[in-house]
């Protein structure tokens, strides 16, 4: 029970750094990029922090109600969705 909690507060962790950097990126490609970003580049980023940061309330939920299985099976979807996402877009 105690390393699952652990690892669920990893995984918690991840899913936050995964959203900060998700949400960070386009402004990352603006400062290389000599354009202006449009919508439909900036699209994928915009789905992928969207199921992030559900994913990740939903996380924090599950944690309240020490639900540790469910944190670290979202956390793996989260990821295969944000994966998912970038090959839709790519």
Known sequence: MKNEAKIAKIATIIILIALVRTISEPFRLQYYSSLS??????????????????????????YYYR???????????????????KYVYL
């Open 37 to 62: 970003l449009t919508f439909n580049q900036i699209k994928p980023f915009l789905i992928a922090a969207l199921i992030t940061s559900l994913g990740l309330f939903a996380m924090i939920i599950f």
């Open 67 to 85: 639900k540790y299985k469910v944190i670290i099976c979202l956390a793996v979807l989260i990821i295969i969705g944000m994966l998912i996402v």
